[in-house]
């Protein structure tokens, strides 16, 4: 790109070389009907050009079979388009196994992301080249939408949920993140950095801001302020459910109804218990709603996830540094 | 051929006239002479009267909503934000997008071009409820008061999207205000809209059939159905923003245990559909002028006429792309994704039959059709590029990008104020009675089509290259393309000053028009211009198909 003018972003994720390639057949259909287009109405008005102020051209009248051909070409065309860009988005909607996972919390205006193992970072991100990434994403306020244009990602973030995206990097640099949904007066300032880093730098990266307390910890200890585990002790007369191996696990609900255990459940369950009552149980426990921090939720659905057993971890997914984490390959 | 009949008379049709002896001569006593002073305006209600009540409010409203845009564009030729704070900078475009989309898009060409026209094109004295047209008129201006009442008091900043919880929870601005001038508007497009299909469907002149329409009427028709279904639903959304933000009734905000992505769906329901109320009526326009200037009736009639309705329907089918990337489930993403590829199918045929009708045509390069030229070519871009946003894959990279900004300025500028220019120069004799002079109109339509391609194509590249839209400041790399996009928007700027200029002046200075200065077909140009309060002496009777520029003996069948 010497011409100093860039017309494409930098390619830093698996993704952004699938979604370019998208992106060019749809620039050349583009080009292809644009010119048709243009070129007809311009031989046409000139060719046809008037010639006289009376003249009066026969009338034609339609063609079932050229309305056929622009009809049923462009379809064609179109339901390719449309698949292409379904396989596309289902790469992008299905989290690859083994991510190295991290929470992202959006508040008017910056960004707050936590790693398994602690680190906690204001408008950055550090991560490791070639290792899939899981971001669980929530909003602390309104919505948020986190953009990196380098790795053709962008989730809107949205309070009282949790959204998940992924992506791995594939290039050592530094990013732009963009805050992308509207957000409010310092909308345009909700912009910060990803960091992609070789594996090693980014072993020594994870050691050097290690804060002693894992993602977990903080969550056990959080646990243990605001009392939970008065009630969920675990053993058969507790007024609570049993959090241990709950989390990936199914549960039956008062109503009859089944779902598997996941942050989105856990999260719920703390801010607001009565939505779903685990069967067997009243409903007795107090909302949290606005008692906990979104990033004090995140700390606690990662205490509870840490009981169901250490996660099968790659590089900073456990729940503690892991030795294991710089073997992994660019 | 159309000749005029008394009520009461059978006199058999006359054998067919060359057009200047069919010609009327102008009436001494017209719609605009036929009483002078406020009163006689503030209380007509004859249907050309309002049309020119309108055209006062909406040109208004777009240089009020286009001096917001010129603040935008100032502000955005530094990267950093240092003209006006970031508060201010998003009332801008917050303003821009309501005052532009509510209060000048949506009625501009129904509620003046379509109020002034389809009476006169079916053959009928006014619309079918003169009194409620005019109500429709004030109600409009009360909505517009409203939202200048949210200006004046400091403006509103919630975008013109009012997503929730920020614009019912965390915006300290005027949102109330300004949502119930909004809302007080629909009803105008409601009764517009009500107004419109019965008129269409009572009060055809005799022998003029369904398809004998003109493509303007259909495309109306179209528009109208939008206007009834679509309306309520903005206004009850609208409401309830209002209720939560004033009494925290929990319907949107999640800590009141609401739903913020149901805000979305039911505001995209109304507003992906208003997408087709600014097109599809700039789309009958342009149906008329190609073929007045290629004096040919439109390839595939029908076609044209059916395509206008299955916009209609299946826009109101695919609200939830705008949404691929909120929240709403995978596959909820891919059926909407389906559903909007084939929106973009009538589309297409559209423009397909207009080029196709310049096929063996006698073209003329007068103003109207420069405006249709570069309509089809803007809307032939923003129509393909729909197809990069509608790629479900493709669009989470682009949306809320200035790819999206490009995109839909493509459409509603591009296509709609091409069109309404085009409209408002193809019947502005029929209207004024005089002549615009026409080389300072080409002038102005080559001005206004550079100058739009310069300000809204490097957005294309900017929303590709991750310019997030909304941006006060932006990364100093981005600042090239922002700087020809603010020097495209002055250059567009002037496009849109000069036919003020000289249109204005033309009402005075302009030569007489004759009743029919384009020798085009359609009943409009068998009255006098400017017409008289009744449209018509006698009744008008339909003998003939639409634009039946030469006789149908000739008539080749490819």
Known sequence: MDTGLPLFPEQASTMAGRVDALYLFLIAISVFFGTLIATLVVTFAIRFRRRSRDERPPPIHGSTALELTWTLIPLGIVMVIFLWGAEVFFAMARVPPGTMNVYVVGKRWMWKTQHMTGQREINELHVPVGVPVKLTLTSEDVIHSFFVPAFRIKKDVVPGRYVTTWFQATRAGTYHLFCAEYCGTKHSGMIGTVTVMEPAAFQSWLSGGATGTSLAAAGEKLFTDLACVTCHRGDTEARGPKLEGLFGRPVSLANGERLVADEAYIRESIVNPTAKIVAGFQPVMPAYQGLVTEEGLMQLVAYIESLSGPAPAPAGAAASPSPGAGEHKP | ?558
């Open chain 2, 1 to 558: 051929m159309t000749t005029h009949i008394g009520p009461g008379e059978t006199r058999p049709p006359r054998p067919p006239a060359p057009p200047s002896l069919t010609e009327p001569p102008a009436p001494r006593v017209n719609y605009l002479n036929v009483a002078y002073g406020v009163k006689s305006w503030l209380l007509t209600t004859d249907h050309k009267r309002i049309a020119l009540l309108y055209l006062a409010g909406i040109t208004m409203m777009f240089f009020l909503g286009g001096s917001f845009a010129v603040l935008i564009r100032l502000e955005l030729v530094t990267p950093a934000g240092d003209l006006v704070q970031s508060e201010t900078y998003n009332k801008l475009f917050t303003l821009h997008g309501i005052i532009m989309v509510f209060f000048f898009l949506i009625p501009s060409i129904p509620a003046f071009l379509g109020n002034f026209l389809i009476p006169i094109m079916i053959g009928a004295r006014d619309l079918a409820f003169p009194r409620l047209n005019l109500l429709s008129w004030y109600i409009y201006m009360l909505g517009g008061a409203f939202t200048i009442f949210a200006l004046v008091r400091g403006g509103v900043d919630t975008g013109w999207t009012f997503y929730t919880p920020y614009s019912t929870a965390y915006s300290n601005t005027h949102v109330i205000a300004a949502g119930l001038g909004i809302f007080i508007t629909g009803f105008s497009s409601i009764l517009t809209g009500l107004n419109f299909i019965v008129t269409i469907h009572r009060m055809r002149a005799p022998g003029l059939t369904w398809f004998r329409l003109p493509l303007f009427v259909w495309a109306h028709y179209a528009t109208s159905l939008i206007f009834i279904l679509g309306t309520p639903v903005i206004a009850i959304t609208l409401l309830t923003v209002v209720l939560e933000r004033a009494l925290h009734l929990g319907i949107y905000d999640p800590r009141l245990g609401g739903d913020p992505i149901l805000f979305q769906h039911l505001f995209w329901f109304y507003s992906h559909p208003a997408v087709y109320i600014m097109i599809l009526p700039a789309m009958g326009v342009v149906s008329e002028v190609v073929a007045c200037f290629s004096r040919k009736r439109i390839f595939g009639y029908e076609v044209v006429a059916m395509s206008s309705l299955a916009i209609a329907v299946l826009g109101f089918l695919v609200w939830g792309h705008h949404m691929f990337i909120s929240g709403q489930s995978t596959y909820a993403g891919l059926v909407f994704s389906l559903l909007s590829f084939l929106v973009a199918i009538p589309s297409a045929i559209k423009v397909f039959n207009w080029t196709a009708t310049l096929y063996k045509g006698s073209v003329s390069f007068d103003t109207p059709m420069l405006y249709a030229a570069g309509f089809i070519g803007l809307f032939t871009i923003g129509g393909l590029t729909g197809l990069f946003l509608a790629a479900v894959g493709l669009d989470v990279h682009v949306t809320d990008t200035y790819f999206v900004v490009a995109h839909f300025h493509y459409i509603m500028v591009g296509g709609a104020i091409m069109g309404y220019l085009g409209g408002i120069h193809f019947w502005w004799p029929k209207i004024t009675g005089r002549l615009y002079p026409e080389m300072w109109a080409r002038v102005a339509a080559v001005i206004v089509f550079a100058g739009f391609n310069l300000t809204f194509f490097p957005q294309f590249i900017l929303g590709y290259l991750g310019m997030p839209r909304r941006y006060h400041a932006y990364p100093e790399e981005f600042q090239v393309l922002n700087v020809m996009s603010s020097a495209g928007a002055s250059i567009l700027g002037l496009g849109y000053l000069l036919p003020m200029i000289y249109l204005v002046w033309s009402m005075r200075y302009g030569p007489r028009a004759p009743a029919n200065p384009w020798q085009a077909k359609g009943l409009e140009w068998q009255t006098a211009s400017p017409p008289i309060t009744v449209n018509f002496e006698r009744q008008p009777v339909v003998t003939e198909e639409a634009y039946e520029y030469a006789p149908e003996e000739n008539a080749k069948i490819v």
